[in-house]
């Protein structure tokens, strides 16, 4: 067959399938483009190209925010095996139109509820990955929000999965997904103090259906997260919400705060009043801190708390001077027994 009539038989079987398929152009371009594997870089830069027609933005995001390359409905050579939302970062996502950006938030909200029913599949293999993929498309949502509309933003957030449901309320890691929330600085404060409000809802439902092992592995976790934005020189959250929290722990639940030497990074966001209150519930019900002296100076009119701290200085001296007389008669026996061990003098014959 001579190249003219292969050229007019595929004019015709271009055309053809146009009519049959009127996005035949659409999916002809992406044959062709996925001629070699491509990489999540390569795809960004399609979306991000003011140059490129949307209909072939719109591919390459669903290509991106895809789960996984088989649930998608065409073929994609791609460079990765792994899950592609998974690879896409923070700056991308911001870097969207707000057209893209709402064509991206209904992607997200179908995949992320799927998963969310997957998620406590008694198949663990299935459970462990829609886990995975609620995590990736969580961070997807946070990236998002500033930049829809406020209606469209409030019910993406909605969508925001807080709760780690695979894991028992004895771990931490169960209430990461607030923590990540709290942490994003271009976010909303209404969001961060929506999450708030949230933790209080669930130690509430806990309590009131009587799951107190439940309920404490959840202060627990509360406490620890508390602990954990307070690190930094400047909390995620404004500070009045901080002490709040700090104080509907310490009222509502009687907590003690058990673990009083992370608690410094805490005491030092708090103004005087709360803060006296978690150093008084700490050291009354026999915790510890960090440079206890000075809390003596800085509440020396609470005569029961100066008493309790002078008392447990006392008591740490007295094991401080036992522990520098054992580590005495230590070094005394190990000098003797080296001694032992020297060269005898020759006795004078």
């Known amino acids: 067959m001579d190249i003219e ?8 079987r271009n055309a053809v399938e146009s009519r049959v398929n009127p996005n035949w152009e659409t999916e002809q371009v992406w044959r062709d483009y996925f001629h070699k594997s491509r990489s999540i870089r390569e795809l960004e830069a399609i979306v991000t190209d003011p140059q490129k027609d949307p209909v072939h933005q719109q591919r390459a995001l669903d290509i991106l ?25 923070h700056e991308f996502i911001t870097s969207l139109t707000d057209t893209q950006a709402e064509y991206a938030a209904a992607i997200v909200s ?29 961070h997807v949502i946070l990236s998002l929000l500033p930049k829809l509309p406020p209606t469209q933003a409030d019910k993406l957030f909605s969508d925001y999965i807080m709760i780690d449901e695979t894991l028992s309320d004895e771990s931490f890691h169960k209430y990461e997904p607030v923590e990540l929330l709290l942490r994003v600085v271009d ?3 209404k969001y961060r103090l929506r999450a ?18 439940e309920l404490q592995g959840f202060l627990n976790s509360y406490e620890r997260l508390l602990d954990s934005i307070s690190f930094t020189d400047d909390l995620p959250i404004p500070q009045e919400a901080f002490e709040n929290e700090v104080s509907y722990l310490l ?4 907590r003690s705060f058990s673990d009083g030497w992370n608690t410094h990074y805490i005491l030092k966001h708090l103004g005087r009043d709360v803060k006296h209150a978690l ?24 005569q029961e708390l100066v008493e309790a701290i002078q008392t447990k200085l006392t008591e740490q001296e007295a094991r401080n001077r036992s522990w520098a007389e054992r580590q005495r008669q230590e070094q005394e026996t190990e000098a003797a027994i080296l001694q032992r061990m020297n060269k005898k003098e020759p006795s004078a014959s």
């Open 65 to 89: 925010l895809a789960p996984d390359v088989n649930s998608l409905a065409f073929h994609a050579n791609l460079e990765f095996s792994t899950s592609p939302v998974r690879l896409i970062n």
């Open 251 to 254: 009222g509502t639940f009687d």
């Open 196 to 213: 708030i409000n949230w933790m209080h809802s669930r130690a509430e439902d806990l309590r009131i259906e009587g799951k107190e092992k």
């Open 5 to 12: 009539r292969q050229g007019v038989i595929s004019r015709v």
């Open 279 to 302: 150093v008084r519930r700490i050291i009354l019900n026999g915790g510890n801190l960090h440079d206890e002296k000075s809390l003596v100076k800085e509440f020396e009119e609470d």
């Open 110 to 138: 179908g995949n992320i509820n799927r998963f969310r029913r997957q998620s406590t599949s008694e198949d663990r293999n299935r459970a462990y990955e829609a886990r995975q993929r609620i995590e990736d498309y969580n």
């Open 187 to 189: 976010l909303p404060s």
